[in-house]
């Protein structure tokens, strides 16, 4: 009997532990994703993206472009976007 008493317990005590980490996990991903939200709204205004960011990322995209004329044109855009 008292066996039988010891392993429900310890099984409730691992069950209850179990439950604990993985509400804390939870919460962890949830403030994770909260805090993704907030560097949204730092790096755009009102829903747009302020020129420098708008030059910056014409520059990304021209970067990555493998012919050599038309990243050419896209720069001389990207430039003209002062």
Known sequence: MRTRLFTTT??????G???AN????????????KKTDTMKSDTMKSGTMSKDGMKADCMHKAGMEKDSMKKSDM?????AMT
């Open 10 to 15: 310890c099984l409730a005590a691992l069950l």
């Open 22 to 33: 993985g509400i804390a996990q939870a919460q962890t991903s949830n403030d994770a994703m």
């Open 17 to 19: 532990v179990s439950l």
């Open 75 to 79: 720069m001389k855009a990207c430039d």
